[in-house]
């Protein structure tokens, strides 16, 4: 579960090769009752929320889930390999990025 933080906001769209394509992979948002909101979606309807509202999907049982994600930006434009904050350029990249993971991935083993 994660928000699109520092995204203004987030849109999704369902696009199954067949309404049938796949079981499962539903976009779920927790509620502050406790409860889930599942929207229902059809061919091409889409779901546009707000960045900072925490949402997750299911796991997809069978098929294959096909979505269009878009997130809507503010502010200067980034060419980094995540979702950067950092007022002017970062020295993150995606090798380093993935060499990080290695690296803690290793220490965990020991």
Not at 30 to 46: H, I, K, N, T, Y
Not at 64 to 74: D, S
Not at 77 to 82: D, F, L, N, Y
């Amino acid at each position: 579960m994660h928000p699109l933080q520092p995204a203004l906001a987030g849109l999704q769209t369902h696009r199954p090769a067949c309404p049938h394509a796949h079981s499962g992979g539903q976009l779920y948002t927790p509620e502050a009752d406790g409860s889930e909101c599942v929207p229902e979606f059809r061919l091409g309807d889409m779901c546009l929320f707000v960045s900072h509202k925490y949402h997750n999907v299911k796991p997809v049982t069978s098929g294959r889930r096909r979505v269009l994600v878009v997130e809507l930006w503010e502010g200067v434009e980034k060419t980094c390999a995540h979702r950067c904050v950092t007022a002017g350029d970062c020295p993150y990249t995606l090798e380093r990025g993935h060499l990080a993971k290695c690296m803690e991935n290793l220490r965990i083993l020991g």
